[in-house]
C-alpha cells in the first residue's frame, strides 16, 4: 500500500453543503493530541461537554462524532450508544491506551461501527488521519449490503460474514487473495463460489468499501483526487478514475460536483455489480 506523508500534505475543506463536521466530547488531553495532528489539514473539532455532545448526535447526519470515553459518566457512554444507533453517523473513538478506555472503545466501535483510533496520537499521525477522513455512516454500508443480498443469499455462512465485515469501519483494504483466505478457502474456491451463487467477482466486491468511503470524500470534502484515493487504499488517482467509472459510471468529479444523493450513487453501484453477473 502507499504511504503519503499527511503532515507534508496540508489541505484546506472548503464549504461544500453538507460539509462533514466534526464534533466530539474528548478530555483535555485528547483534545490537545488530536488537534495537533488535524492542524495542518485546515478542518477542526468542535468540543464540547457531554450533553451538548448528546445534542447534536441527534442533529444531521453529515456531523462525525469524536469520543473519547473517558471523557463520558456511564449514563452518557450508554446515551451515546444508544443516538449512535438510533442515528447513524460518522463516528470515531480515540482511546488512551489503557484497558478500562479500549473496552470502552471497543463497546462503543462493536454497537454502533464506529472506528476506533488508539492512542499514542504522535506516533501514527497518518493513520489517524486517515480513520477521521475516511469513516462512512454504517447506513451506507448497510444499504449496498442489503441491495447485494439476493446476489449473496447462497454462498456459505463464512463466506458471506467476510463479506459484510469488509465494511466495518476499521476494516483494512482488501484483495480478493485476503478474503479468500479470511473466508477459508483457495482463490480459486471463492471464484468458482461467487459464479456459482451469481454474485459480482471478487475484483468488484473488494473494491466496494474503499470506493464507498471515496464516495464520501468526493461529496463532502474539497481534498484532492490524488489523497482521497490514498486516503481510501486505492494507492493511484486512475484506479479511483476506473473503479467509479466501471461501478458509478460517472468520473471522480462528476461524483463531486453532481447533484445525485449519495444514495442514488450507491443505488447505481448495486446495480452494476448486479448487472454484471446477470
Known amino acids: 500500500m502507499t504511504v503519503i506523508d499527511f503532515t507534508a500534505h496540508a489541505v484546506a475543506l472548503a464549504p461544500i453543503a453538507p460539509r462533514r463536521r466534526y464534533v466530539g466530547v474528548l478530555t483535555a488531553t485528547t483534545a490537545q493530541s488530536v488537534r495537533r495532528v488535524i492542524a495542518p489539514f485546515g478542518f477542526a473539532i468542535e468540543t464540547c461537554d457531554p450533553d451538548a455532545f448528546l445534542e447534536h448526535l441527534s442533529g444531521p447526519a453529515h456531523v462525525c462524532a469524536i469520543i473519547d470515553p473517558t471523557a463520558l459518566d456511564q449514563a452518557h457512554l450508554v446515551e451515546t450508544v444508544a443516538r449512535l444507533r ?28 464506529a472506528a476506533v483510533a488508539i492512542q499514542s496520537l504522535d506516533q501514527d499521525r497518518a493513520a489517524l488521519v486517515r480513520t477521521l477522513l475516511a469513516v462512512v ?3 451506507d454500508a448497510a444499504m449496498i449490503l442489503e441491495l447485494l443480498e439476493p446476489a449473496f443469499a447462497t454462498l456459505p455462512p463464512m463466506l458471506r460474514k467476510c463479506l459484510a465485515g469488509m465494511f466495518d469501519a476499521a476494516a483494512a483494504v482488501e484483495s480478493p487473495a485476503t478474503l479468500a483466505a479470511r473466508a477459508g ?9 461467487l459464479t456459482r451463487g451469481g454474485a459480482p467477482s471478487a475484483r468488484r466486491l ?7 468511503r471515496a464516495l464520501r470524500l468526493l461529496r463532502e470534502t ?3 483526487i490524488r489523497t482521497i484515493a490514498t486516503i481510501c487504499g486505492l494507492r493511484t488517482p486512475r484506479r479511483l478514475h476506473d473503479y467509479t467509472i466501471e461501478l458509478a459510471g460517472l468520473t471522480p468529479n462528476e461524483i463531486r460536483t453532481s447533484g445525485d444523493a449519495i444514495e442514488t450513487l450507491i ?8 448487472g454484471s453477473v446477470r
Not at 482463490?187 to 468458482?192: A, M, P, W
Open 267 to 274: 443505488e447505481r453501484m448495486a446495480m452494476s455489480l448486479v
Open 222 to 224: 474539497t481534498l484532492p
Open 86 to 113: 438510533r442515528m447513524p453517523r460518522p463516528a470515531v473513538v480515540c482511546a488512551p491506551s489503557f484497558t478500562e478506555s479500549i473496552q470502552d472503545a471497543v463497546r462503543i466501535a462493536s454497537e454502533t461501527g
Open 206 to 212: 473488494v473494491a466496494m468499501p474503499p470506493l464507498l
Open 185 to 193: 478457502m483457495s482463490r480459486r474456491s471463492l471464484d468458482r463460489w
Open 137 to 139: 455512516p454504517p447506513t
